[in-house]
Every structure is written in C-alpha cells, then in structure tokens.
C-alpha cells in the first residue's frame, strides 16, 4: 500500500465538494456564526467582567520540579503511555474480526 | 466513518437519529491523502498528543509533576484507552472544548475580545460535532447563570429591562443565543428523546449503568470532594468541574446511555467529563492523599480495562466461529441480527461483505456457502454476485443468529421451518434445520 494516495490536492477538492454541497448545513452554520459575530461587536463594550473569576489561581506553570522529581514523573508518565500504546495496537489487531 | 474512506462524509443534516454535522471531517481529508495504517496510527498519536498537551495548557494550576502523572493516568482510562482507534470523534471534542475554554480563560484574563470569538467560534463547531458537546455547554450556561443569580445580578427586574441585562451578561448572552440555535435546528430535524430510535437503542436499567459506569461515578465523587474543599480552587474551575459533573448525569441518569454490546464496556459518552473530573484529582495538596487516591485508581482502571481486554479478544465470536470452522458440506445463512453485530450497523453492503470475506477463504474449501437474508434496505449492486442470498432453505442447512440483537430482526424464512439448537454462547446461536419442503 502506498504511504501516500495519488492526485491528493484533487482528492482534497472532490471531498470539500462531496461535503459543502450535499446539504443546507453549512450555509445555515455559517449565518449562525456571523450573528454571533455581529452581536459580539455591538456588545464589544460591555464585555468585561465584573468580578475576577480566576481569582484563587495559583499558576504553577513556570515553576518546574526539581531535576530528579521531573525525571520520576516524566518515567512514570512515560511507561503509562507505553502501556496505553501496547494495549492499543494488540487490540486493535483483534478488535472485530475472528482468528480463523 | 466507513464511507469517508471511499468518498468523504457528508452533512449528516436531516438524519432523524443524530445531529453531528460536523462529524469526522477531518477523517474526510486524511483519508483522500492516505489510506495507509502506519500513517493513520500516527495520526491518531498526533491527536492524543495534542489533547494531552492542551490538558496540561489548561490546568496550569496544578503542578506539573500532578499533571504529567494526571496525564497519564487519563490515558489509559477506559474511555481513552479503547477510544484510541480511528473511528471515535470524542478526542477531536475534547480539543475543540479545551481550545473554547481555554479562549474563554484568556478572555477572563485579558478582557480581548478576540477570546471571545475563539470561545464562540470553538463552542460552535464542538457542538455540531457531537450532542454531549452541546449537553456541556448547557451545563456551562446554568452554572453561568446561577453564579449570576447569586451575585444578585439577576433579579426580577432583570426581565423588565432585557438590553439593560443583556449588556450586564453580554458572554452569557452569546452562549446562551448559540444553544438556542443548535436546539431550534435540532428540534425541527431529530426525533426526540422518547422516539428517538438510536438512544432507545442505547438505553439502559438504572443497575446497568452503575454498573458500567462505577469507576466513572466514584471518580466524580472523589474530585467533586477534592475541588470544593480547596479554597485555592478558582470560581471559573469549579464551575467548569460543575457543568461536567452535571453533563455526567444527565448522560447517565436521564438519557441513560449505554455503549452498544458489540462495543462492551467502553465508556466513551463521557470521555471529555471525565477527563476534566479526573484532572479535579490535582487539587489535593497533601501528597500522600494525592498519591492515594492515583494508586486506587490505577488499580481499579488496569482491573477495567483487563476486563474489557478480555472481551475485546473476542472469546465469544472465536468459540463460535470454532463451532463454524467444522462445518462441511453445508449452507450457513447468517441472519441479519448477526451480520449487524458482527458489522456494526445494519444492512450496510460493506460490513456484510467484511464478515463475508474473513469466512471466505477457510469455507471455499469445507464447501460451506454463507447465504444472507434478502431485505429491501439491503440491496445488492448487481457487481456482487459472489454474495449469496437465500433463495431456498434446505434440510441441514445451519442458521447463524445473534441473541438479543437490539433490532429484532431475526428472519422469517428460517423461523418457519423446524429446527435444533446446535451451538450457543452468550453471543449467538446456531440452529440446524431438521425439516424443510
């Protein structure tokens, strides 16, 4: 199987036109996001708020562990998704069909 | 999912089941680039990743040697783990929600206006992928307005003066335009809640969901404890943790959705709360108790998903197909009730001829023909000629029926005729026709 399909950008462009032309969704969606736009913009002056709700927030962001502490964290974090991948891909072999 | 391989998807809109319109479009463009599996597991591994680390953006209140450990215990969840294969939308949800949260955040920090329209504009798209979004954002919106009401910025006479309130609430109020929208198109297209036939066919009793969701629901409660017993925890948080503790139950309690059988014990309706309910774990600041409670859950998730595991082997369809593999000299006709088992969804060409082809081989050379039942929402092209339909029914032929099939469909050309049990599991069973015209 080839990594890549043939004709992508002509693929890409049969697909869009499956999608934008197979129903009344999206001219529907698009007019829902443009009145909401609207709207945002008459109440562009009143969008503040009025008590702080992040308040209490302690960002612990940019204060890293020390050394060993993010080596224990980054092995323990690391073998779960080592697990959660081993897991995956055997299940993934058996998942619907039979072993004849 | 299926059909995205071969030609794209399509607005599901006008679909009475479901209202997802924008379901799987990213699976509409990959797949016209490539079709190959190394690519699409890596792919999968992208989006993981990426959800991983909008998680870690996200709760930059936690520490991050918590959060790494959060992390991963979020990916190996039931809901994660056995959602990782390509055909689940609920990793591209929980991004499109953390990207409107994260906005909003932003907006709550800044006061930018360009958070707004991220937070709108990703709200938006994430409910017309999925309607647990959407459930989430309600959940979101009352929280909103009960806060607003206790803040005593909602009083009676807020409704006398409706621009005066809308200009106090001015975000509530385009959340709030936003889910009425989605609820207007989806009352004039879907059925609802009590003919609806695809959550009908999801319902379960009150034990089975606490018995499929028990690790989810003990989960929820611990956090809940952890978070409102923390006065560092921020009000925007809490309301967050709030409106997906309540998307919970509404999900398990009123709707009361289940995963379908041939998908046991995956847990994926609440795959986005429950990532926000398990990151409420990072809260705690005593590190023994931290520690406790991530210990326990391990426990209990590696005990889940063995379980699951198990299942998944497919112990269930291999003891049958053991039974089916010494059959000789005979017709099998498989009853509709089990090629949509074995296929997912009823009637479509493609699974059918998918559990076809894996007996094919083997079958050629035992002389055994898979005959399928005839139905009128199950048409043929004329090109596919090597599937059998029944045409008659004979003495010895075998009968191939999946117990309890939600949809009961079991045919009526074989019930008529006198038959034996020959094989049964919890799955299916097998008749032998003992008397035929």
């Given amino acids: 199987m080839p990594l890549f399909e043939d004709h992508i950008l002509t693929n890409i462009f049969d697909r869009l036109k499956t999608y934008a032309c197979s129903d009344i969704f999206l001219p529907i969606f698009a007019l829902i996001l443009l009145t909401l736009y609207v709207l945002a913009r008459v109440l562009r002056p009143y969008l503040t708020t009025s008590e702080n709700m992040l308040e209490n927030t302690q960002e612990s962001g940019s204060s890293l562990p020390p050394p060993a502490k993010i080596l224990f964290t980054k092995l323990i974090y690391f073998s779960l998704n080592a697990t959660c991948l081993h897991l995956y891909f055997v299940a993934n072999e058996h998942r619907y069909f039979f072993k004849l | ?437």
């Fill in chain 2, 1 to 437: 999912m299926f059909f995205s391989f071969g030609q794209g998807t399509w607005q599901q809109y006008g679909f009475e089941r479901r209202f997802n319109p924008l379901v799987f479009l990213d699976l509409t463009f990959l797949f016209g680039i490539t079709h190959h599996p190394v690519v699409l597991n890596f792919y999968i591994l992208c989006v993981h990743a990426l959800e991983l680390w909008l998680l870690y953006k996200f709760f930059d209140f936690i520490k991050p040697q918590k959060r790494l450990i959060l992390l991963g215990l979020f990916s190996v969840l039931p809901s994660t783990l056995w959602t990782l294969p390509i055909n689940f939308t609920e990793r591209w949800m929980l991004i499109e929600i953390l990207l409107s949260l994260l906005c909003f955040k932003n907006f709550l920090k800044t006061h930018r206006f360009q958070s707004v329209l991220g937070f709108l504009f990703w709200a938006n798209v994430a409910c017309y992928v999925k309607e647990t979004c959407f459930l989430f954002y309600v959940m979101l919106f009352i929280c909103l307005i009960l806060w607003r009401i206790y803040q005593n910025d909602i009083v009676l006479a807020s409704f006398l003066h409706p621009v005066r309130s809308i200009q106090k609430m001015p975000l509530e109020f385009l959340l709030g335009l936003s889910l009425l929208f989605w609820f207007i198109q989806y009352i004039f297209v879907c059925l609802d809640f009590t003919t609806n036939s695809y959550l009908l066919d999801r319902q379960a009793n009150f034990l089975e969901i606490i018995c499929l969701y028990k690790f989810e629901l003990t989960l929820t409660v611990i956090s809940l404890f952890c978070v409102f017993s923390q006065k560092e925890v921020s009000l925007f948080n809490k309301l967050i943790l709030m409106a997906h503790v309540l998307s919970v139950f509404f999900i398990l309690f009123i709707l009361r959705l289940i995963s379908v059988d041939y998908m046991y014990g995956i847990t994926y309706y609440v795959y986005v709360p429950i990532a926000f309910i398990l990151m409420g774990l990072g809260c705690v600041k005593k590190n023994f108790v931290f520690y406790f409670w991530i210990s326990l859950s391990l426990f209990a998730v590696l005990l889940i998903n063995k379980e699951i595991f198990k299942h998944h082997q497919g112990q269930f369809n291999l003891e049958m197909s053991e039974f089916v593999k010494k059959l000789h000299d005979t017709n099998l006709i498989v009853d509709s009730s089990a090629s949509y088992v074995l296929g997912g969804r009823k009637f479509e060409l493609a699974y059918v001829k998918a559990f076809y082809r894996a007996f094919q081989n083997d079958f050629l050379k035992q002389n055994v023909k898979i005959k399928f039942e005839p139905s009128d929402d199950f048409l043929f092209p004329e090109e596919e000629d090597d599937l059998i339909l029944i045409d008659k029914v004979e003495k010895g032929d075998y009968v191939l029926i999946k117990k309890n099939a939600q949809e009961k469909v079991v045919s009526d050309i074989t019930v008529s005729y006198p038959r034996q049990k020959v094989f049964e599991n919890k799955f299916y069973l097998i008749y032998q026709i003992t008397g035929a015209e």
